[in-house]
């Protein structure tokens, strides 16, 4: 059985396609999300999802979320006296929901499709599959997330000889992607996005107006405080979609919080981060050849596209209204799944193809000799351009700058921008060449090869003695090796992590813990609560924990609705 | 066009839907992840048919300049030239849902907001105010008016090219993703057009001071901010020779208004003048300021005028000097005494003249020998094996003891000439070394300096020296050859 992954920002999902279409699992606690957060408690326990995001609060030092930012990047995290890879703690998210699955399903599961945004690059796509490692799967497959969601969506659907955009704003990522749907081919004609634009964007801006408004400083609260404010801003955002208005009244620390704000305000600080979308939506559609109206639906995905806000922006773009007939939470894992059930050869789903493309493009840097003889360097001589179909493969010939010269530096960019400085490295290789040759004679033919999964390989062979050369992308610093793989891998099997049976019990502990930072006026009572259940704990009977756990769930819940 | 249709198993000239289902059937038999080459081939293929399809199904559409009336939202659909993958069987679903409301956006007039963007962008030079007004136009978030908008801007930058900042030019740019149209077909054109809109921005009255800094950045030299205003105002009108003889005799003249004129015309080259600018007088003084082996008439004009005014000042002074000498000498007639003033003035005037015709030959000499194999040549033996004759001449005097001075002036001249080919022919940087053997005025002083030198040293001294420069500089001109052995003798050489 292969299972569909959304690895998201703030929130992951795990289904598989079942037999009577793509299915979700419920985790422990009962939800299709689980948050992506990651928690280390005090005995060095490691602790996922609900509690771990409650756990962000009362103990940020120990926790994280939205480490999917920092996907292909070498950056370490410290948690409970352990540093952890971003690929790491993605595979704890995973492992987590792999668990729930194998609850579900009642057998082991060792391959996945995972999904990524469209937008990611290669060491971001290359950490996503070590991810996939760390946590004992095979990933079969990367799929772009703004197509799984299309996949989601022309299924349910079904309409024949559509075109259609999808608008996939996460927690963490902005993606589009324009689709055209015939014949049972789901043909991808273009995709764009930004990888640093997502709900928490808005979020942020939101904190930074109410801390200026209120003349404070982020260096005013402590962790505690901040992450507490934080939440109670996220929550306002959510209101704000559906009131129009909002104020927040809540004592943080040592400060009265008292701030108002309305939908119009909202749009008008929210204005430079439309503008940042603007770009790749009229991108995709450019490079789909398509004009405005020629898109029969734009379909809304992701938490963050509930925001009245992004309807604004596509009236105002397209002159229509987006539709949302998909659950944007859950519409890419629906499509994960489906992409699960087309790689494991489902019957129902043997007519359905789908083929996507390379959102960006990839090429090496050149010099170049203009009319008057003057050299240019740094200049951008793109191989594959951006939405290739994939699998794609494109070879382009080079030749040395000057006589005598007795190698060829190669280096790879992605990037649309023509001077390579602008653009992202991804490698750098040497090719040796004979000084004696003349220069038109010392022809350098390089290969790229874009897989279906978003693998990049680069081949170079200089015509004259026909010696390949192979450049391994993988000792870019954002890209874990295989030996350094397999010692993260031990590593990680070392650490000891909470049975699923523990997690609702968990989730409410740290649920309690967190509404003890947030709330001053209940905190007696909360401790008295907490040290009772952790009593009942003790107890370990299975009947006595149940009972508790319902009185101590409801309690909690009438609680924070007070407040 | 017939190998796409084949491959599709379909005839030529298939209607765009039927492509469609063709494509659709085969690919189940090549799924992309299953055989990727056989894949592209098909989606090659696929879309090659569709474009001609639909090309050809649809041959009445609008073009791209049609957008001259005010285009509304409701009549869009007109004025959009066809995609080349719009079916002509799915043109209805171009509607939108009747449940969705279309917000209305005022009818805009496509070609006059165009024109009040360029203009805008001459007016501003801060890249980001202008990038903020662009942003503040409520108009342009609707992509059907902004696509059309960057398609009238681009034609405009290209056909009526207006001076504006590097910076605004960006904003504009970057704004309607134009940078990434022009570098996706040809990155040069995006540079040229860049380059050709900072030119026009610099000649403007007001900004000579980046103009001058340019200059300064390209040449090397300290630009005149007096005189960049005279010349870039006489570069306005016609070539006038009169002008052209009093500016030749500025030191450094010439070669200010030379640079001037490279930057008006390297940029955009002589096509894209702006019209105030004298063509030809600009490239009069863009010929004139060439340096190392190109000989323009311009440039040997101003040679041959300024040698001359030397001469002739030279030539009038020496006589003026010695006429007063020579006729208060005793007992020598007025006419004779006169004579041989003339004639002495006369050689002293001449030889100016002289120095800048050996200076030219030996300009021409160095720029010959430095050539790159690869250069084009009717004769390439006689240039690959000058060096030799040239030392092998000297060494040749040597022997007939014939005056050592000439013999050693010679085999130096070879050896300096050897060293200048050997460095220039290098694409490897040594620059303190060639900093010594640059220019080609030291070696001629060299050369000078030498000979004199030689006239008055003792034969002792000059017995080891003379032969050392010899086996120099035949050991220079082996090892530059052997270098180019592959390419000389291909035949032997190469594997």
């Known amino acids: ?563 | 066009m017939k190998w796409a249709f084949d491959l599709l198993g379909l005839p030529i000239d298939t209607d765009a839907a039927s492509v469609k289902r063709a494509y659709a059937r085969l690919l189940r038999n090549t799924r992309p992840d299953e055989d990727p080459e056989a894949f592209q081939q098909l989606h090659t293929a696929y879309k090659a048919a569709l474009a001609h399809a639909s090309n050809t199904s649809a041959p009445s559409q609008p073009t791209p300049e049609s957008g001259s009336e005010a285009v509304t939202p409701r009549n869009e659909a007109a004025t959009h030239p066809a995609s080349p993958i719009r079916p002509a069987a799915t043109i209805s679903i171009a509607q939108p849902p009747a449940s969705t409301v279309r917000p209305v956006i005022p009818a805009v007039n496509i070609p006059a907001l165009a024109n009040e963007v360029v203009q805008q962008a001459t007016h501003v030079d801060d890249g980001n105010v202008m990038q903020q007004w662009l942003h503040d136009r409520q108009e342009f978030w609707s992509i059907a008016i902004k696509q059309q908008t960057g398609r009238l801007i681009l034609q405009s930058l290209f056909k009526h090219p207006q001076a504006m900042s590097t910076e605004s030019l960006d904003a504009l740019l970057s704004f309607f993703d134009l940078d990434h149209v022009l570098s996706g077909i040809n990155p040069i054109a995006l540079q040229e057009l860049r380059s050709r809109q900072l030119t026009l921005w610099q000649l403007e009255p007001h900004h000579h001071r980046e103009l001058a800094r340019e200059m300064q950045l390209v040449s090397g030299i300290r630009p005149r901010h007096g005189w960049i205003k005279s010349d870039l105002a006489s570069l306005k009108k016609p070539l006038r020779w009169h002008e052209v003889m009093w500016k030749a005799l500025v030191p450094g003249r010439v070669r200010n208004i030379g640079w001037l004129a490279r930057i008006i015309l390297g940029k955009g080259g002589v096509e894209e003048l702006p019209p105030s600018i004298d063509r030809h007088h600009t490239y009069f003084w863009y010929r004139a300021s060439t340096t190392g082996g190109v000989f323009t008439t311009p440039r040997l004009i101003i040679g041959a005028w300024r040698a001359s005014i030397l001469a002739l000042t030279s030539g009038l002074l020496a006589m003026a000097l010695l006429l007063p000498s020579l006729t208060n000498q005793v007992g020598a007639t007025d006419a004779s005494n006169r004579d041989g003033a003339i004639i002495i003035a006369f050689g002293v005037g001449f030889t100016p003249l002289v120095l800048w015709l050996f200076y030219l030959g030996c300009i021409w000499l160095d720029h010959w020998q430095g050539l790159p194999e690869s250069a084009p040549s009717r004769r390439p033996w006689s240039r690959r094996l000058f060096i030799p004759a040239l030392c092998g001449l000297g060494t040749w005097l040597y022997g007939l003891d014939a005056t050592y001075a000439v013999s050693a002036t010679i085999v130096f001249a070879s050896l300096l000439l050897a060293l200048r080919r050997w460095w220039r022919r290098t694409s490897k940087h040594y620059p303190r070394v060639q900093a010594l053997v640059r220019s080609t005025r030291s070696g001629i002083a060299i050369i000078g300096v030498y000979a004199a030198m030689a006239m008055d040293r003792s034969q002792e001294a000059q017995s080891f020296v003379l032969p050392l420069a010899i086996a120099a500089t035949l050991f220079i001109w082996l090892a530059d050859t052997w270098r180019y052995r592959a390419q000389i003798l291909p035949r032997f050489f190469q594997s």
Request: charged share 25%; hydrophobic share 40%.
């Open chain 1, 1 to 563: 059985m292969i299972v569909g992954i959304d690895l998201g920002t703030t929130h992951s999902l795990i289904g598989c396609y079942g037999d009577t279409g793509p299915q979700l699992f419920r985790n422990a606690l009962g939800n299709y999300l689980t948050p992506s957060a990651v928690s280390v408690d005090e005995q060095g326990h490691v602790l996922v999802g609900e509690a771990a995001r409650d756990r962000l609060i009362s103990h940020p030092a120990s926790s994280i979320a939205a480490f999917k930012r920092r996907m292909g990047t070498p950056r370490e995290t410290q948690l409970g006296g352990r540093s952890f890879r971003p690929e790491e703690l993605s595979a704890l998210v995973l492992r987590s929901l792999l668990a729930d699955a194998e609850t579900a399903l009642g057998a082991k599961i060792e391959e996945a499709v995972i999904s990524v945004p469209a937008y990611f690059s290669d060491a971001q796509r290359k950490a996503t599959r070590a991810a996939g490692e760390l946590a004992g799967i095979k990933v079969e497959r990367l799929i772009n997330e703004p197509t799984a969601a299309a996949l989601a969506y022309g299924l349910q659907e079904r309409q024949e000889g559509s075109r259609f955009m999808v608008f996939d704003l996460g927690g963490g990522t902005f993606d589009v992607s324009v689709l055209e749907m015939f014949e049972g081919v789901v043909e991808v004609h273009a995709s764009a996005g930004d990888n640093f634009l997502g709900g928490e964007d808005f979020l942020d801006v939101l904190q930074n107006a109410c801390l200026t408004d209120l003349k404070l400083h982020a260096d005013d609260f402590s962790p505690v405080e901040r992450g507490s404010l934080r939440r109670r801003l996220e929550a306002a955002k959510r209101n704000l979609s559906q009131h129009g208005e909002i104020s927040v009244e809540t004592r943080t620390g040592k400060h009265e919080i008292k701030w108002h704000i309305d939908q119009e305000r909202f749009a008008s600080l929210a204005e430079p981060l439309m503008q940042r979308m603007r770009a790749p939506l009229e991108r995709a559609l450019r490079d789909a050849r398509l004009h405005p109206e020629q898109l029969n639906e734009i379909v809304l995905v992701g938490g963050a596209s509930r925001m009245p806000l992004v309807s604004r922006l596509i009236a105002r773009m397209f002159g229509k209204l987006p539709l949302r007939h998909v659950n944007p939470d859950e519409a890419i894992a629906l499509g994960a799944c489906v992409a699960a059930g087309m790689k494991s050869r489902d019957a129902t789903l043997e007519e359905i193809i789908l083929t996507d493309v390379c959102p960006y493009t990839l090429g090496v840097e050149v010099g170049q000799r203009d009319a008057r003889g003057n050299v240019q360097n740094g200049l951008f001589s793109p191989i594959i351009h951006r939405n290739s179909v994939v699998p794609v493969s494109r070879e382009s010939s080079y030749w040395p700058m000057t006589e005598q010269q007795t190698a060829l530096s190669l280096k790879v960019y992605q990037g649309e921008n023509p001077l390579v400085n602008n653009n992202i490295k991804l490698g750098e290789l040497d090719i040796p060449l004979n000084p004696a040759l003349s220069v038109s004679q010392n022809e350098v033919v390089v290969r790229f090869t874009y897989d279906i999964n978003g693998v990049l390989q680069i081949e170079a062979t200089p015509k004259a003695s026909g010696l390949r050369h192979e450049l391994l992308l993988e000792q870019n610093p954002g890209t874990l090796s295989e030996t350094e793989l397999r010692t993260r891998l031990a590593a990680l099997s070392e650490l000891k992590i909470h049975p699923r049976e523990k997690q609702e019990n968990l989730a409410l502990l740290a649920r309690a813990e967190r509404l003890f930072e947030e709330h001053l006026t209940s905190r007696q009572v909360l401790q008295q609560w907490i040290g009772q259940f952790r009593q009942t704990l003790e107890s370990q009977d299975e009947r006595l924990i149940q009972n508790h756990r319902q009185q101590f769930g409801s309690a909690l819940d009438s609680l924070e609705t007070q407040l």
